[in-house]
Structure formats: C-alpha cells, structure tokens
C-alpha cells in the first residue's frame, strides 16, 4: 500500500486565534482587550504567523490595520475554522452536563431500572437519561457511557464498585399453576413444566434441597435465553421459570408471579452500579448514584428460605 503523505505541519493556534480576532477588528489594540492580551503580545503573536506564512498579513497603518491580499484568503477559512472548533466543544460540553447515558444488561433494564427510572427523571428533570442494552463489559474508555449497572463478583479494577443488591434465584409461576399442579414441596417440581430446565440456576436450586439435578433431563422442555423470556411464558401459565425475584419483584407484589416452592437460593453474583472513579464529583454521576442505591434500597425484599438449606437466609440489601 501506498504510505500516506504526512499532515501539514500546523501553526500555532494561539497565533491562529490571535490573527483571527485582530482581522475581525482590524485593530491590534481591541484584539489585546477581547484576549486579555497586551498588544505587544498581539504582535508578536502575529509576527510568528507571517514568519510561517512568509508573507505580511497585515497593512500597519496609524489606527488601524488592514488585511493583505493574502491576509484576506487567510481571515475567512480561519474564522470558520475556529467557529466550527467552538460549537463542537459547546456542544460537547453542554451534552456532557445534561444527558445521562446509562448501560446495563437487557433483563435488568427492562424489569428491574425502567420501571422506576421514571421517577427519576421527575426528580432531574434537567438531564436527558439514555438507556443501553449490552451483554459486554463497558469500556468507559471507548464507549460514550456515564456509568453501568453490572451483574457479577463487583471485581472490576480501576472502576468504583458499589453493591445495589445480591441476586437470588427462586421457581416462580402464576397462583393458578401452584394450585393447579399442587405445589407445595420442592419434589413436586419434578412433575411441572419447568422452562428452561437445564439452567444451572435449576440444578444448583434442586441440590440445595437436596434432589439430584439429573432427575431433570429425559423429558421434552422449553429452552429459552433470558430471564424475560423464562418469566414472559410463565406469567402465561406455560410452566415454572427459574429467575431473580428481585428483579420481578412487581410482578409477585401484584400476585401476577408467587414462589413456586417457598425457597430461594443465594447467588455468588451480584448486581452492582460502577462508574471510572475519575467522575465520581460529577453531578449526575453523583445523583443518579445515590437514587440509584436509595432504590434498591427501598427495593429489598425478604425471601423464603427452607428451614436446613445450604442457602443463606441473607436479606436483599
């Protein structure tokens, strides 16, 4: 491949922004006052531009000066230029200051963050909040993110890491299939429509009552990618999910979902807020944070454990 020729070598923008202010004048002494410059300086500075030019750019003339020929070709791309430069860092910094961007995983935003997220938009009505979706990891380096909502072990490095809450996972159907199929102890899910039953969140649910996980396979079942979809068909009678009740915690508060078997098992992971530490005096980093753990605060649920279970009856905090 061809190498590409090397970019012209630029001026020095503080003479660029001098030449700028003194064409539009045509007066050294205005453009000292609008820089904060003495006019000394303001010759200097312009000295340096025709030095680089090798051309006058100015007429001197007793109260005024006047544009060359060349100054002229010069004047209207530089007041463009230094525009253009202006209303993008305006732009950037006021977008910076009200628009919130917010990434988390997609089971957790839509059931768990934006029904609430409203109230917070009540509360801010200043920023503009904007919701991502993602299964990867945020580079806050690369990607235009303002903090992230994480499920995991909170062991990310160079990241502030806060705990919202810990993650439980529980059987959870509608009332009218608990009668119906009559559950009541945890043997009696053997006989039920469980979705997606070769979840590891089964097989560990199962082991910590003490029934053996491969009693599950052998049987014709539903197998679908998220917690949403699990807990979509569920609400639709089509069997038991396996999921977070915290994170549909309307849905067993409206009697919509109901435990399955009155037991839920404690996850290693957690769900967590992180934002680089850099930004943490930032204002809207500052306030949805302490919304943010204020709700989940408010959100904690008290969950049933079995009485002898490996689980630990740790309430959601």
């Not at 791309?77 to 006021?94: H, N, S």
Request: proline content about 8%; aromatic content about 8%; glycine content about 4%.
């Amino acid at each position: 491949m061809p190498a590409h020729p090397p970019p012209p070598k630029l001026p020095p923008l503080a003479a660029v922004r001098v030449f700028e202010a003194a064409a539009r004048h045509q007066n050294f002494t205005r453009a000292a006052e609008e820089l904060g410059m003495t006019q000394a300086a303001v010759s200097y500075q312009i000295r340096l531009l025709e030095d680089r030019v090798g051309a006058a750019l100015f007429v001197r003339q007793p109260r005024q000066v006047v544009l060359t020929a060349i100054g002229q070709r010069l004047a209207g791309p530089v007041a463009k230029a230094l525009t253009d430069i202006g209303t993008v860092f305006r732009d950037l910094c006021e977008e910076n200051q009200t628009v919130l961007t917010i990434s988390a995983l997609q089971t957790m935003a839509i059931t768990w963050l934006s029904p609430r997220l409203a109230q917070f938009q009540i509360e801010n009505p200043q920023f503009d909040v904007r919701v991502g979706t993602s299964q990867h990891l945020v580079d806050f380096a690369t990607e235009s993110v303002d903090l992230a909502l994480r499920y995991g072990l909170g062991d990310w490095p160079d990241l502030t890491v806060e705990k919202l809450f810990d993650n439980h996972y529980a059987p959870l159907c509608t009332p009218e299939l608990r009668e119906k199929l009559e559950l009541r102890e945890p043997h009696d899910l053997l006989r039920a429509p469980l979705l997606s039953p070769m979840e590891d969140w089964w097989k560990n649910w199962f082991a910590d009552v003490g029934i053996d996980a491969p009693k599950l396979g052998g049987r014709a079942s539903l197998a679908l990618q998220m917690q949403t979809m699990n807990i979509q068909a569920a609400l639709r009678g089509h069997g038991v999910a396996i999921a977070a009740p915290e994170l549909f915690a309307y849905d067993i508060e409206a009697g919509r979902l109901v435990f399955a078997i009155d037991h839920a098992v404690r996850d290693e992971r957690s769900y967590w807020i992180v934002y680089p530490p850099a930004r943490q005096r930032e204002r809207k980093i500052r306030l949805f944070r302490d919304w943010v753990l204020a709700e989940a605060r408010a959100a904690c649920m008290k969950l049933p454990v079995l009485p002898g279970s490996r689980s630990a009856a740790a309430p959601v905090i």
